[in-house]
């Protein structure tokens, strides 16, 4: 019996189409120059040696032009560099890892609620919900504040945490930088909810020595994304400040801030966030270009807080009993999802190839010109990044994310693995995962990160990075000794 075969267009892998046609649309100028190259050559090969020396003697020019355009040229040459934005580099960052005794297991989390909230056992029924599908491991930490029943939020205890994460944070980074701590010029220290006075850059500044003509700066209340705030603002600086170092510390403390009410929407946040700070050392000095890990190219940020819904989404309050939470609206996700749409249609332009934006152009005038019911065109940006980093601020965070830029399970491994290792650590949320892909030895010369983090105001903030050079495994660091047991499989409910 004669062998039936299959349909010539079922057998065509469509995405080798894809891949010729970016292929093609990105290298359109190279197509076009090459034969307009070869065309040149020939014609040059055609008329011999003697008849190009005639067309040189032909074109006459006197001392006074050739002067006057080797002057235009000096002085174009010298505009264009002195105009052209100075490179900012990440020279190295350090992770903060807590002590073991700071460690809280879901049965030891769950104790506490219990003894904590004995009157309300919905609410404590509410947490365990909460826990079972957080996606955090057993490993997270709570400052030691918190261990105690009930919790005992002191001034004393909150600068005493401060001050762990924070001075070990930089201990670390110097260390690993060999950087003297006179070498400092700009300090930027963000903490979103634990503002005293004086304040955490003053803390640093008295216990490090450092210069009286430092620019230091503290920001505060500015959410999960303040990180990339602070990365912005030290690129501002270090535009306008040549051959300077800049030290950026991102954390959050949780001891002042672990909600000891019954309200659900208010508890949430207790069920996520964790102990964790990072530290970076960022320079415009040229000499720092063949060490340093990785390159600023783009900081790109959104700000919904026009919006009143964007706005109290994420709002510090007290409760009906008169204490202080960190109310999350139920809108929250919705309202990612809008600033997130906002930050890639800017940022897209800027690191999108050509073929992907040709695409996003002819859907959208498909849409507006013939039918309004096509689908949009949803940009691969896979093909801009290699790496992502998208902010652990809870599984369903990531799990949008992932479903809205279509992104693999690989795509999305380090923010997943640094959210059960380490919990919601906030601003330095990105770091740790950053450090995850480094330490799986991922992290190759020319690789494209984009750091993506939303905070409270509304804000969704984009960074992206290229790696300045092929990053070997390090031996230390917040993976140091757990990095081999993972990815590891996170169910979507663990039964307690």
Not at 230 to 257: G, K, M, W, Y
């Amino acid at each position: 019996m004669a062998q039936i075969l299959p349909p010539f267009t079922s057998s065509v892998k469509l995405k080798y189409v894809k891949l010729g046609y970016q292929y093609l649309v990105n290298h359109i100028l190279t197509f076009l120059l090459i034969p307009i190259m070869l065309g040149t050559a020939l014609e040059i090969l055609r008329l011999g040696p003697v008849e190009i020396l005639n067309v040189l003697k032909s074109l006459r020019f006197d001392l006074v032009q050739i002067l006057c355009s080797s002057f235009l040229i000096i002085f174009v040459a010298t505009v264009y560099f002195m105009s052209k934005p100075r490179c900012i580099y990440l020279v190295d960052y350090s992770c903060y890892k807590a002590p073991i005794t700071c460690r809280v297991p879901f049965a030891t989390f769950m104790e506490h609620s219990r003894l904590n909230l004995k009157d309300n056992p919905k609410s404590v029924d509410f947490q365990m919900r909460i826990l079972e599908r957080s996606g955090l491991g057993e490993e997270t930490c709570l400052p030691p504040a918190i261990h105690y029943i009930p919790p005992s939020p002191t001034m004393e205890a909150a600068r005493g945490e401060a001050e762990d994460v924070i001075f070990g944070v930089i201990d670390s980074l110097l260390q690993k930088t060999n950087l003297k701590p006179k070498d400092i010029d700009i300090l930027i220290v963000n903490c979103s909810l634990f503002s005293p006075t004086p304040s955490l850059s003053a803390m640093v500044v008295n216990k490090y020595k450092l210069r009286s003509n430092i620019k230091s700066y503290n920001l505060s209340g500015m959410g999960c994304s303040a990180g990339l705030i602070s990365i912005d603002l030290a690129r501002d600086l270090l535009q306008v400040h040549p051959n300077s170092n800049a030290v950026v510390v991102s954390t959050e403390i949780i001891t002042p801030n672990y909600y000891q009410g019954k309200e659900r929407a208010m508890l949430l946040p207790n069920c996520l966030f964790r102990m964790g700070g990072a530290a970076m050392l960022l320079s415009n000095k040229r000499r720092e270009r063949r060490r340093a890990k990785y390159r600023l190219v783009h900081v790109v940020r959104t700000h919904k807080g026009c919006d009143d819904k964007a706005y109290r989404c994420v709002y510090e309050e007290e409760d009906p009993q008169g204490k202080v939470g960190i109310n999350l609206s139920k809108d929250l996700m919705v309202i990612a999802a809008d600033a997130l749409k906002s930050n890639i249609t800017t940022i897209g332009p800027l690191v999108l190839p050509a073929s992907e934006q040709l695409l996003f152009l002819f859907t959208l005038i498909g849409r507006k010109i013939f039918n309004p019911k096509w689908k949009p065109y949803i940009p691969d940006f896979k093909q801009a990044f290699e790496h992502f980093c998208i902010h652990a601020g809870g599984r369903a965070v990531i799990d949008e994310l992932q479903k809205n830029l279509q992104l693999s399970a690989e795509h999305v491994e380090a923010s997943r693995m640094a959210l059960h290792r380490f919990g919601n650590t906030s601003s330095s949320s990105l770091w740790y995962e950053l450090s995850y892909i480094e330490a799986k030895g991922r992290m190759k010369k020319g690789d494209r990160v984009w750091q993506i983090a939303f905070g409270s105001g509304f804000k969704c903030n984009s960074a992206v990075w290229k790696c300045n050079r092929s990053i070997k495994a390090p031996t230390d660091g917040p993976w140091q000794d757990c990095i081999d047991r993972y990815p590891v499989h996170i169910p979507e409910i663990v039964k307690l």
